[in-house]
T-cell receptor
Framework: EDQVTQSPEALRLQEGESSSLNCSYT??????LFWYRQDPGKGPEFLFT???AGEEKEKERLKATLTKKESFLHITAPKPEDSATYLC????????????FGTGTRLTIIP | NAGVTQTPKFQVLKTGQSMTLQCAQD?????MSWYRQDPGMGLRLIHY???????DQGEVPNGYNVSRSTTEDFPLRLLSAAPSQTSVYFC???????????FGEGSRLTVL
């Protein structure tokens, strides 16, 4: 069964303190890995798609990378507005009609 | 553009009642889906649709029905509400398939 595991569950950082979030997956033939951001009381917001090992995507202070077994979301010099829950997801069937989500990492940036 | 619009935002039901959560999108997306989000369990797919007239089950379909008569609308029906259906429900759509989803703001349902 395809699984997605995110770590840590929660992370508290001082403003400006860089770190990384992890998303490990077990799928038979990866057909994309997706990162989302979710603010409290809101729906998830799409951030990145990664398709192949070695691929990297960047957006402001966020950079997502992908290996054959896991993906990292690197946060460089974070600001309080980066506080959110970050979710990763992978397609769980060959038709790409279904996504399996991880349970997320709740990131808090302390001013 | 409004994006994905869900109504109602909050609803309280009694066990056994039925109701429909509405979802509409104005982006002409073919793919639409419903998820529920529960603490510690993440987002779980209930039902999805790849176009008008086509629906299929996700991971947790029991107790829910869907239909897709138009490209814009994808309502989720609870046939006989149970306390286990207390959750936050999200509707999502995408131009292609399931990866790059646009989510609605969510509907918080409490079943007493």
């Amino acid at each position: 069964e395809d699984q997605v595991t995110q770590s840590p569950e929660a992370l508290r950082l001082q403003e400006g303190e860089s770190s990384s979030l992890n998303c490990s997956y077990t799928v038979s033939g990866l057909r994309g890995l997706f990162w989302y951001r979710q603010d409290p009381g809101k729906g998830p917001e799409f951030l990145f798609t990664l398709y192949s090992a070695g691929e990297e995507k960047e957006k402001e202070r966020l950079k997502a990378t992908l290996t054959k077994k896991e993906s990292f979301l690197h946060i460089t010099a974070p600001k309080p507005e980066d506080s959110a829950t970050y979710l990763c997801a992978v397609p769980s069937n060959f038709g790409n009609e279904k996504l399996t989500f991880g349970t997320g990492t709740r990131l808090t940036i302390i001013p | 553009n409004a994006g994905v619009t869900q109504t109602p935002k909050f609803q309280v039901l009694k066990t056994g009642q039925s109701m429909t959560l509405q979802c509409a999108q104005d982006m002409n997306h073919e793919y639409m889906s419903w998820y529920r989000q529960d603490p510690g369990m993440g987002l779980r797919l209930i039902h999805y649709s790849v176009g008008a007239g086509i629906t299929d089950q996700g991971e947790v379909p029991n107790g829910y029905n869907v239909s897709r008569s138009t490209t814009e609308d994808f309502p989720l029906r609870l046939l006989s509400a149970a306390p286990s259906q207390t959750s936050v429900y999200f509707c999502a759509s995408s131009k292609g398939l399931a990866g790059e989803l646009f989510f609605g703001e969510g509907s918080r349902l409490t079943v007493l």
